[in-house]
Structures are given as structure tokens and as C-alpha cells.
């Protein structure tokens, strides 16, 4: 991989650039780093700097624009009547690049000539041979324009990835010098660093804005594109959710409604357990315990939280399911058909949130102050009546705060649903149907499909967009609740 | 002064604290009661644990044994040149083997009978793999070879309780006599359980050969993305919690960074699988299913936790440490590089290794970017390839297998489970003896 490459040779040039920085700071100093405004190694770090920095941004800035600049090329490059009926230009686009991956693999592995890959007039059922051949994957017969186009794609990716090298060397040398020119034993090298250090420092922090950024544009602009293709009234008010993948572009019914009810059905019963269960474990264990069993059962109750969503979901798949289908199936009660069904996701759900609401709602008890404990006691409360009369009114705030948190995270709990809540979306009042949720049906509409033209697959982002405004919705409100109680005490 | 008392309303009745009365009795009873939820809500949580695991071992333990024939068998230099001349030679090979299993269940005292297809029910094709061994070592003819072959899937399942005697109905997989044979074999120890090294290195399988399934490459694919998300997200992480604990001023930009961290904490994995999907691989053509798109994918989704325990442990640092630092002449930077960080340092690795636990053990991103459809069938050669080619990971390979038909994936997937809670277990012990050897109370 030549980036591996690139990026140890602009590390070389940096740690040559530092020693070089240090001699020559010293030097500047008559060998006497008292003498010296910084310490020398800041003379060394400066000089490194200024090498690795400006090299390393320009080479992620030309990674992140090669592509889209010699797609559109290619893409101006191919003939409209290339483009099939039916097809759209993204997906011819796609081809060009799978055959031009496909070529250089070959290349790779020997199967193929350099000059036979290259050239524009070779025999076009032999290329697909060839490809076939070396074990690439090759959807269609590779046509003429898309013969070209991969190879113009190659060619100037190739030329891209050299222009690049050459740039970015030239840059990091570029770098040592100026930092070298300015090296001498006035220069303030230690300001100079720190301010670059700070500026790295704010760079990183400010990812958790570009993450936010990115997960909103990439579900805007899909969501958007979703709407050119589907009706948003059909979307949001549709009672039917019947996805053919079939007929692109086809009679698909994509109502978001079954999916908004089974994602609150299942998190309604997951509540429903892990709400009572979570507070009466934080009222016990933060009131009543004894610091032993407190030390012992709180961990304990954490692990629930620890362990990964999979192995809840093969839980409610492979144990749960069948334990109640033995209830309440055709051999029981005769309620349940198969055992995915919401009851099972909501069960396992209740379970793995138990910690959530415990563990919050403890820390929010604890934070009730003692004397208004003793002033009920003082009254001649017992502990119980205290509790439910003076304890719980004062937390509730917190405590609603924490089951909000709890009903953000069964909304947006996927493994659970896909496993446990079955695949079928229905407006049902049985809670041992099965069900789907928006989760399970954003893992459906998009697994193993690259080609996000149709709208069964863009549906994907509109619901995730769903999604992240409802789970954003409650997050805001909920540490809003829980900041402001906090304040109260405080 | 007897007027006053006469005057007086009602007396009060009067109650003794010795005997308590009917209200007092009832509020004591309430007491108890509200005590018992208490606790019955702790167990019934600690129960919810025991049986969970319960039932991951025990469900998941048969995936690591399998059910092997353990057979002595020598080939002689002549029968080796007669097979080879033969039309079918394979079939040579098994009716050599199946005439010395006969021999060896006589010589044992037991005497059963058996034909070719029902060993090949037992054992699949047993001729080829002879051959195969023969072929490869011509050194071992004439000499007696121990050789393991693995059983068929549904024997295995005769040992392991998926298949029995009542519920089995005969066809070409098994037939009911078989099974007489099956409980002869063990009765002399041919037929034995057998620690399934398959499971613990190989890769996944077809979905027809729930035998030949193992964990190992996806446990290369999860390793090569914890090495992602630590090289990216330890020092990111680092970064942004010294400059929000240490540096950053009370403004806009603050807030807006601290609002946006503690919301994506709290924002639902798959949305940043649907990130992953749009960014990496819609606009930038990263590769599909490489550990390099599933690392960047956690990395992004373990910063918050990170960067909230990391700012917790900046924070427990006594501010007398930076005052000393600064008061001996270092600039701030140096403050907290030099003194703060390192006396930070072991709460920040216990953070670091919670959350590349946390990462290890999640599967919704890991599903849209297209982990599952892959089927890891072997370990990539070299590092760079260790990234960037199409793998699976722990959990994704879990999922592969519980969406499975076939009944037998599910053991592999409780299997698969285990290995998952094991790593998940030792991460978090390493975390707890880091806290413990070198957390310091000021």
C-alpha cells in the first residue's frame, strides 16, 4: 500500500526535520541551551511540525476529493446511450469502477498484461475472460464504454495517486526548510509549538461536531432524495408497509406507521418490566442495602448492561421464544404463533434496561439530601413512608429523566428486535404478534445492497432520520430533566 | 385545676409501646412489604443474569466438542497400488475401512452389521480423505495411522441431544438403524467426543456444513478493527478531553461540543451504521465488509464514551498538581502534559479498554456496512489486507449464524457467544486490575 508508504517517508522527513531543528537551535546558541528562548526540543517539534502537518492535510484533503473529481470525469465521459433504460448513471458508474478494481487486481495478480489492461481496442469478451478468470467479480459482459471509462478511471487515478506522492513529499520538505530558515536562538519556539498543539487539541475535540454533521447530512440528503421518489404524505401516514424489491420503483407501500407502532409496543413492555424492577432495585439498594450486598449487587446489576445486544437477541431467539411459545402457543393458550413476537423482544428489552433505570435512578436518590430523610423520621415516618413520601417526590424529576433515557435506548435497540420481534409489520393489538420495528426494518432495507437509487432502499434513511429525531428528542428532554433536578440539590 | 381535666375533650386512648396496636402493626406490615419488593426486584435482576448465563453455557459448551471417529488403520503398500488401479478408487479406500472397523468391532467382542453408505451417513465420504492422506504422506503406508474423522452433523446431534431416537425418522442423512451402530462404536470407544479445534480457528462455513463453521478468522476481522478504534480513538479521545477539561473557554464553540458529545452517547448505534454506509462507502468507496470501514465506524461511536471517562479522570487530578507545575515555571501545556496526563493516565485506559469492550461486542453498524453478507471463509494474508479486505467480525459472525436456517448454526452461535464473553470478560478484567493497581485517592 503505497499510502503506508507515504505516510512512513513524511514521518522520516519530520524526524529528520527535528533533529536537524534541534542542532541547529543549538548550534544557534553556541552549543549553551541557556542561551536559548525554549527548550531545543521545541525547536526540533516546531520544525516537525510544520513538516507533518501540512503534508498529512493535504494528503487526506486530495484522498477525500480524487474520487469525486475523476468520477465526474469519467462520469462526463460516458455517452448517454450507455446508459440503459431502466438504469440510472450511478450504477453504470458503479460498474466502471468494479471493472476498473477488477483490472488492476488482475494486474495484481498476474493474470493480466499491463499493456493488455491499458489498451482501449482490446477484444472485449477476452477482458471479461480475463477478469473472470482472475477470480474478479465481473456482474455483466464488460461493454465498450465501460471498458473505457475503467480504464480513463485507472489512468487518472494512477496519475492522481503520483501527482499526490510527489505534492505531499514536496510539502513535508517544504515544511523542514521553513521551520529550519526561522530556527535561530530568539525565535519563540515554545509559543509557537504550544499554539500548534492547541490547534490539534480544539481539531480533535471538533470531531464530535463533524460527526454530528455527518450523520445529519447523510441522512438529510438521502431522506430528501427518498421524498423526490415516494409521496411524504405516504410516508408518514401510511398504514401498510410492503417493500417489493421486485419492480424497482414499483408498487411499494412504505408507511412508517406499523413500524412507529411496533417500535413503541415492544418499548412499552420493555418499560413496563424494567421500570419497576430498576427503581425498586435503586430504592433498595440506595436506602435499605448494606454497603457489603450494595458493593456485591450493583456491579452484578451493570453487567446486564455490559453485555453486548447480540447475545440478548440470540436470547430472546433461541431461549425466551420457545419458552413462550410453550405458554402460550397452540399448545397453551393458543395466543402466540411463532416465537418472535413483541412480547419476547419487550421481555429481553425490560431486562437488558433494568441497569439503566437502576443504576440513574440510584445515583438520583443518593443525591436527595439526608436531612430531609431525618426531618420525616423525626415526624415519626417509618423508612417506607419517608421514601414514598418524601424521597421519591424530591427524585421524581431525575427518575423521569432516567426512564427517558431508558425508552430512547429501546427505541433505538436493533439486535433485540431483529432477532426476537420477527420480520412482519402489522397494526396489532396482540402483544404475541410478531412485529417490526424501524430498527429491525433499517437493517432489512439495507443490508448487502450498494445501489441506494430505489426508493425500498432510500426508505432506510428516511426511517433513520425518524429515528434519530425521536431518540434526539428524548435525550435533549430527558438531560434537560436530569440537569435541572441536579441544579436543585446542588 | 379539676375543672381543667373535666373540661377536657375525650381522653387520649390510651396505647402501650410494648404492644403495638392494629395501625402501627399495619404500617410495620407495609414496611416489610415495600422492603420485600426491594429486594425481590434485586434477585429477580440477579436471577435475569444466572439464567442468562446458564443458558449461554449451556447451550454454547457443545460447540466446542464434536464427535470424531478415533480409528487405528494401516495400509499396506499393496492394498495402496491395488486401490489406486481400481475404476473407483475412493470406494477401495472405504470398503478397506470399512472392513477393518469390522474387524476391530469383533476383535472388541461386538459383532454388528454394517454396509458402506451406512458409514458414509456416519462419516461423509471417508475413501476421499484416505486417499488424500495416503497420497500426501506415502511415508505412513504400511504403518498404523491414527486418523480423527470428523462425524456427521446429525450424529453429532445424537450425542449432543438435537437428535433422537423417537423423534428421528429415517432418511438419507440417517437412518434409525445407524443409530445402533453409533451406540456400538462408543461402546468400544471408536466413536468419542473430541475438543473442536475447528470452531476455535477455522473460518465460517457454507450453510451446508454446520460441522466445518468456526469462529477464528471473524476473530481476526474484530482484531484488526480494535486496532482501529484504539489507534484512532485513544489519542482523538485524549485531544478533545484535555482541551475541553484544561483549556477550552467558556463560549459558543465549548458549548456546542459538549452538547453534541453527551447527545451522541446517547445516540442509537445504528445511526452511525447508516454514517458508515453514507460516508465511507457511498462518498468515499472505502472497501465494503473491511475491518478498516467497521473500525472508523466504532471509533466514531466510542469517542463519547471515551472522552466522558477520560474528562472524568483529567478531572480527579488535584488541581494542586497543575498549581505546583505552573508555580515551578511550566507553561500550561506543559502543566498538563507532563504531570496531569501521566497521574491521569491509568483512569484513562480503564476508560479506553471499556470502550473498545463496548465496541467489540456491537453489531447494528456492523450489519449496513455489509459484515454479514460476507461469509469470512479465511484469514487475510498480510496486514495491510488484514484491513482492508472483506472479513466478518465476532458478533457479525453470531448474527450470520442465529439468521441461519439450519438448527445446528445456533449451537455455533451460542458457541460463538462465549468466545465473544470471554474476550469481553479478560478486557474488563484488565480494566479492573488497572484501576485497582494504580488508581490513586487524593
Redesign the interface.
Known sequence: ?PL?WLTLIVLAIAGAGYVLGRSRALASAGGDSRHLHSLPSYYGANVALKSVVPAIGVMILWL?LQ?LYVGSQVSGTIPDSAVAEGSSRSLVMAEV?RTADGLKNAVALGEMTTEFATDPDADLAEVTQSLKDAGQIVTADVTQDILRGAQKYRAMNATGYFVMSGLVILIALAGVFFGLRETQKEFRA?NVV?AG??A??????????L??V??VL??V??TLEFFRLYPFMDFFFGTKWAPSFSGRGGASDLGILPLLWGTFYISIVALTVAV??????A???S???SPRLRAV?KP??E??A??????Y???A???VGPLLVKFFGDDGLGWMQSGTAVMTAGLVMG?ML??FV?SLSDDIINAVPQAMRDGSYGLGA????T??QVVLPAALPGIVGAIL?AA??A?????IV??GAGAAARLSMNPFDAMTTV?AK??SQ???D?D?ASPEALV??AL?MT??VL??GL??LA?YIVRKYREQYE | MTDATAQSPEPRKQSSLISSDARTAKRNAAEKRFRAYGLTAILMGLAFLVVLFVSIVRSGMPAFTRTVVDVEFVLTQEQFDASEKELFKTKAYSNLFIAELQDQLTASGLSIDFDAKAIERLLGKVGGTLREHYKANAADLGKPVQFELAASSRVDGYFKGRVSRDTLQDSRFLMLSDLDLVDALEEVGIIKQAFNWTFVTGADSGVDNPGGAGIGASVVGSFFMMIVVLVLSLPIGVAASIYLEEFAPQNRLTDLIEVNISNLAAVPSIVFGILGLAVFIQFMHLPQSAPLVGGLVLTLMTLPTIIISTRASLKSVPPSIRDAALGVGASKMQAVFHHVLPLAMPGILTGTIIGLAQALGETAPLLLIGMVGFVARGYPEGIVAGFTEANSAMPAQIYTWAARADVSFYEKAWGGIIVLLAFLLTMNIIAIILRRRFERRW
Open positions: 500500500m503506508l477525500l474520487p469502477r515554545r504550544e498543539l492547541k490539534i487539541l480544539i481539531g480533535a475535540a471538533s470531531i464530535a461536531i460527526t454530528t455527518g450523520i447523510s441522512l440528503f438521502n419497576p424492577i430498576g427503581l425498586f432495585a430504592i433498595y439498594l436506602e435499605y442495602a449487587a452484578l446489576l453487567v446486564l455490559g453485555i453486548p445486544t447480540i447475545v437477541g440470540l436470547f431467539l433461541l431461549t431486562v433494568i441497569p437502576s417509618t423508612q417506607s413512608e421514601i414514598r433515557l430512547s435506548r427505541i433505538g435497540e436493533t439486535m431483529v432477532l430498527t433499517i437493517v439495507l443490508t448487502g450498494a441506494f432506510a434513511f433513520g429515528l434519530f431518540t434526539l435525550n435533549v438531560l
